[in-house]
């Protein structure tokens, strides 16, 4: 099973090298991560101050991800238009764990730094900080699933 290292892991499922039991665990894996991240996102605007820049940051989580899963799949159909269900969800657990690492050192360094730039600003709830990583993080994890699944149709 691949966790970390998603070239390899693209280069399996290039010469579909993957065992029946490895692929089953990197569909479980990733459907479940992919569901648990679709349903608990909204959650998370239960258990804090909900303001303008919540919306936002809930609209551009939506729309960055559907043209992200969008174009992956047409980048897919351009290629070999093969399993791109699986494809997709087995590139879900290596990119989400580089991407839940990326985002929390991007948030450890950015609140200390926050703090000493502008002690005013409130961290109970959504600031521009938070919706400028949210944004970011989110195009550059779309960025890494397209850019993976055109190395799977070289």
Do not use: C
Not at 37 to 47: I, K
Not at 71 to 79: D, E, S, T, V
Not at 135 to 145: D, S
């Amino acid at each position: 099973m691949y966790i970390w290292n998603v070239k390899g892991l693209v280069q399996a499922l290039k010469e579909e090298s993957l065992s029946s039991k490895s692929q089953r665990y990197h569909k479980i894996i990733g459907i479940s991560l992919f569901a648990i991240v679709l349903l608990a996102y909204p959650l998370l605007f239960l258990t804090e101050t909900f303001n303008i820049l919540d919306i936002i940051d809930m609209i551009s989580f939506l729309v960055i991800n559907l043209v992200g899963i969008y174009l992956a799949y047409k980048i897919n159909q351009r290629g070999d238009g093969k399993e791109f269900v699986f494809r997709y969800f087995s590139l879900y657990l290596p990119l989400t764990l580089r991407f839940f690492v990326l985002v929390t050192v991007i948030m450890i360094v950015g609140y200390l730094i926050l703090h000493y730039i502008d002690p005013s600003i409130s961290l109970n709830e959504t600031n521009w900080f938070d919706l400028v990583t949210s944004v970011g993080t989110e195009i550059y994890f779309n960025v890494l699933m397209i850019k993976y699944i055109k190395m799977l149709n070289k």
